[in-house]
Structures are given as structure tokens and as C-alpha cells.
């Protein structure tokens, strides 16, 4: 079942914050986040792996709740290059290569 | 390291008809994963395969099939077209099978007519 992403869009102007959250109806194992410019391919943020623990890329980090089966992107002091759609992926089972996205919430950054 | 490479880019193609598509993954990885984008469905898997066996598959029809090839290079095939295959078909390796990162090729724009 596709995971639910909030908000579906998102405007900004540079140097704010923003919060992406992620929820799933099942159990999961794992939540990838990508980030996809308009034309491009998406690109690989990063994976939280069952076990809540939470990670950071430059000013984007994340956390995942696996009681919640929840997952919430952070991106602080926004640049305008953060601007895209951010994917979550979700995987129930260690090991699953089947990803399943979520809708896509689309972050636009005005200087 | 050159990146994941898809060909062609573009194809525009007739209802009917049927069409192959290309990925070549990053040198040293072994799984390629196919997913299908389009603005009403989002992302949605295809399959993925692993040392030329297919691991999963996604929900779709049996006109979408794919293959890969001892060199990890892999193609998918689409028969008889219909009108809501048009999409951007993404193709993603990663170095080994499972719920590791992926790295998305640029994709082939596919229009059917």
C-alpha cells in the first residue's frame, strides 16, 4: 500500500525550514528518501533502517518512527537548489527491493 | 563512475505496437530495479532483477516483461501498447540486491499515439 506523504506542497522562501512526513499502514522496515528535480531522475537522500535511528545530509536529515511506521524529512535554512519533489519509498521487509512510493510532496524555494 | 544510462530517451510509439527499452546500471552493480512514472500514479514498481533472475514484481500486466543479461544490462518490453503506457519509464541499479540505495537513470519519455 502506498505510504501517505504531508504536505503535497510546500512554498518557502530561502532560509526557512520545512518538515516532510511519511506514514505508512504497515509495518516497515525501511524508508528511503529521494529528491527529483523537474526533467531529472530522482536522487538518492538517504535509507533509515527499522529502529528509529535518525540521519542527516548536509542541512536535510530525517527520522524514522517504526511504531508510528512514520518517517519525517527535515531540510533546515533552505537553499534555493532544495527546491523539487521529495519521494519516500518504503519497504516492509529486510531484504524487499520493491519500493513503493509515496505521492511526491513538492518543495518550492523562492529567494 | 559513470551512472545509470537509458536508451533511447524519447520514443513515440502507436497503440498496438510494442517497444524495448535499455538500462545499463553503474559498473559493479548487479540489481536493476524498472518503475514506471506517470502525474496520476506517481512512482510505481516494476520489477527488479538480480544476477539475470527476476526477485520481484510489481502490479502490472503481462505485457510488461523484462529481462537482464549476464552483464547486468537489462531491457524491458512492452507489448501491444495502449494509450496509459505513456509514462517516464525509470530504470535504478543498486550494488546488491535488497532495500539499499538506488540510483535512478535519467529515463525513457515513452508517448503512445
Known amino acids: 500500500q502506498q505510504p501517505v506523504q504531508s504536505p503535497q506542497a510546500v512554498i518557502l522562501r530561502e532560509g526557512e525550514d520545512a518538515v516532510i512526513n511519511c506514514s505508512s499502514s504497515k509495518a516497515l522496515y525501511s524508508v528511503h528518501w529521494y529528491r527529483q528535480k523537474h526533467g531529472e531522475a530522482p536522487v538518492f537522500l538517504m535509507i533509515l533502517l527499522k529502529g528509529g535511528e535518525q540521519k542527516g545530509h548536509e542541512k536535510i536529515s530525517a527520522s524514522f518512527n517504526e511504531k508510528k511506521q512514520q518517517s519525517s524529512l527535515y531540510l533546515t535554512a533552505s537553499q534555493l537548489s532544495y527546491s523539487g519533489t521529495y519521494f519516500c519509498?518504503?519497504?516492509?521487509?529486510?531484504?524487499?527491493?520493491?519500493?513503493?512510493f509515496g505521492q511526491g510532496t513538492r518543495l518550492t524555494i523562492n529567494p | 563512475k559513470a551512472g545509470v544510462t537509458q536508451t533511447p530517451r524519447y520514443l513515440i510509439k502507436t497503440r498496438g505496437q510494442q517497444v524495448t527499452l535499455s538500462c545499463s546500471p553503474i559498473s559493479g552493480h548487479r540489481s536493476v530495479s524498472w518503475y514506471q512514472q506517470t502525474p496520476g500514479q506517481g512512482l510505481q514498481f516494476l520489477f527488479e532483477y538480480f544476477s539475470e533472475t527476476q526477485r520481484n514484481k510489481g502490479n502490472f500486466p503481462g505485457r510488461f516483461s523484462g529481462r537482464q543479461f549476464s552483464n547486468s544490462r537489462s531491457e524491458m518490453n512492452v507489448s501491444t501498447l495502449e494509450l496509459g503506457d505513456s509514462a517516464l519509464y525509470l530504470c535504478?541499479?543498486?550494488?546488491?540486491?535488497?532495500?539499499?540505495?538506488?540510483?535512478f537513470g535519467p529515463g525513457t519519455r515513452l508517448t503512445v499515439t
Open positions: 535504478a541499479s543498486s550494488f546488491i540486491a535488497g532495500s539499499y540505495e538506488q540510483y
Open positions: 519509498g518504503t519497504a516492509g521487509i529486510q531484504g524487499a527491493q520493491k519500493l513503493v
